[in-house]
């Protein structure tokens, strides 16, 4: 019985059928709608824009007045600490202005990952 | 005075406040006596509310002013935008109690004007907004450290889903599309 579990264990991890669905474009693009109230893609609005966020450090966009916990947080936007981000924001930088409790669900977090890293392009 | 009896004045007195003054008056006294970390993390979160308020403000305003509203959108828009005032006031006034400075508003604000060209479009721009913002409140609700802090907002965010309700009805979309919000 342990082996026929082990054989099916095994199965499940090499089965790309099984395996965790690929993150969704379309999908985090309605995430993505949870966040309009504060962000735009293009442009600053309460929170700052996206475009260029890949590979851009936290705090760093010209004229945007971010936290002070944000710009001494020597984050580099990717998809790792967007995900620690965007899991818990105030957890992650305590003292960020970004008063949300965040984005729990893991297949979402990286539904609108995706949905970020090609928004802009 | 006792909470209850507070209401019963105000409401005798033709003071008619929304839910959110209500629940902030009741908490004056725990608001007043709250300090340290906890009420800083609140006075943020507040402040970050006040932020897209104010803008939401600035839209309808954008909206009303483009000539491409008739009535009766147009009423909704202007009455929309009536109740975010009323949120930022009360924001504004909740912070400076909490012993925060409420942030202003901006000199100017980024909107995609390039995209509203039709009655429709300036509705679709109002519903986004309201939608992110019932989602922006309900991300913000669990982690007021005052509860009444709590109260309030969560009566801001059954205000900002009327609006998005309506808004949706508006555009002849279904007004209330499922059962629950993210």
């Known amino acids: ?93 305590p003292g960020t202005s970004m008063g949300y409790a965040g984005v729990k669900d893991k297949a979402e977090r990286a539904d609108l990952i995706a949905y970020l890293k090609q928004a802009c392009q | 005075m006792s909470f209850l009896n507070r209401r019963f004045f105000l409401s005798q007195s033709g003071l008619l406040l929304s839910g959110a003054a209500v629940a902030l008056l009741a908490g004056e006294d725990a608001l007043a006596a709250q300090g340290g970390p906890s009420t800083e993390d609140d006075v943020r979160i507040l402040n970050t509310a006040l932020g897209a308020e104010l803008e939401a403000i600035a839209a309808y305003q954008l909206g009303a002013e483009s000539g491409l509203l008739q009535k009766p959108a147009l009423d909704l828009a202007v009455t929309f935008q009536g109740h975010h005032k009323e949120h ?3 924001l504004a006034k909740t912070i400076g109690k909490l012993g925060g400075k409420a942030v202003g508003a901006k000199a100017k604000y980024s909107f995609p004007t390039e995209n509203l060209k039709s009655q429709a479009d300036v509705l679709r721009f109002a519903a986004a907004l309201e939608k992110g913002a019932v989602s922006a409140y309900l991300g913000a609700v669990p982690l007021f450290g005052n509860r009444e802090l709590a109260k309030a907002a969560a009566s801001i965010l059954g205000d900002e889903a009327m609006h998005w309700a309506v808004l949706r009805n508006a555009l002849g979309e279904a007004p209330v599309p499922s059962a629950f919000m993210s």
């Open chain 2, 88 to 90: 930022a006031d009360i």
């Open chain 1, 1 to 93: 019985m342990r082996s026929m579990l082990a054989a099916l264990a095994l199965a499940a991890c090499s089965n790309p059928l099984l395996a965790a669905p690929a993150a969704s474009v379309v999908a985090g693009k309605v995430v993505y709608e949870r966040c309009l109230a504060c962000h735009a893609l293009a442009y600053d609005r309460t929170g700052p824009r996206h475009c260029g966020l890949f590979g851009r450090r936290a705090g760093s966009v010209p004229g945007f007045a971010y936290s002070a916990a944000m710009r001494r947080s020597a984050i580099v936007w990717d998809e790792k600490t967007l995900n620690l981000f965007l899991a818990d924001p105030l957890q992650a930088v």
